[in-house]
């Protein structure tokens, strides 16, 4: 059973536009949720995260968005530039499993310039 | 500050012997995580390290699958008579567990290992 889930396996959005990428998770006890970005050949990077007291996060062109009712997160990256290409997975966890972070399987964007 | 490293960055052996990959951790991380990234798939959890505790093994794929973390810091991920499914991105990560952005996880750089 997959707790953390991300149904589009590739967004491919113009340079300048929005990207918004989803996730679903199914446990509601997770109370923290991180996007990490992982370009090819490199281990992924933290980029933003949000922990479930709040519903926004916001740093720089990048903002995650938290709907607990739904559980649901997403990731709005605007305006969209080329060296945003890389894929993004986002991960949850709950603090009685600390550290042990559900990873989903990734969303390749793809900015053209 | 040094990241966290993991070598080999590739290893290539024949099906049935044994790897070691290691993994060296941002120092006063007390946590360690390892993770394997097969071709096209998501980060599937392996093992998880904290401090003194037992590791949490839920994750390892088979009794093939080994590890161990030395005075709390450097980690050996060991597989013994390795099979072509194995084949795969093993990535190390660790973090100061605690509270907010504390559980961040920063990532090695992975070994890409390939048995044929």
């Known amino acids: 059973d997959q707790q953390v889930k991300q149904n589009s396996p590739s967004l491919s959005v113009q340079e300048g536009r929005i990207s918004i990428l989803n996730c679903d998770y199914t446990n509601s006890m997770f109370d923290y949720f991180l996007w990490y970005k992982k370009y090819p050949a490199e281990g992924p990077t933290f980029l933003i995260s949000?922990?479930?007291?709040?519903d926004k996060n916001e740093d720089g062109r990048f903002t995650v968005f938290l709907n607990k009712s739904a559980k649901h997160l997403s990731l709005h990256i605007v305006p969209s530039q080329p060296g945003d290409s890389a894929v993004y997975f986002c991960a949850a966890l709950y603090n009685t499993n600390a550290g042990k972070s559900t990873f989903g399987d990734g969303t390749t964007l793809t900015v053209k310039p | 500050g040094a990241g966290v490293s993991q070598s080999p960055s590739n290893k290539v052996t024949e099906k049935g012997k044994d790897v070691e990959l290691r993994c060296d951790p941002i120092s006063g991380h007390t946590a360690l995580y390892w993770y394997r990234q097969s071709l096209g798939q998501g980060l599937e959890f392996l093992i998880y390290f904290q401090g003194n505790s037992a590791p949490d093994k839920s994750g390892l794929p088979s009794d093939r699958f080994s590890a161990e973390r030395t005075g709390g810091s450097v980690s050996t991920l060991t597989i013994q008579r390795t099979q072509q499914e194995d084949s795969a991105v093993y990535l190390c990560a660790s973090s100061r567990p605690g509270q907010g952005t504390e559980e961040t996880q920063y990532f090695g750089p992975g070994t890409r290992l390939l048995v044929l």
């Open positions: 949000i922990s479930s007291i709040k």
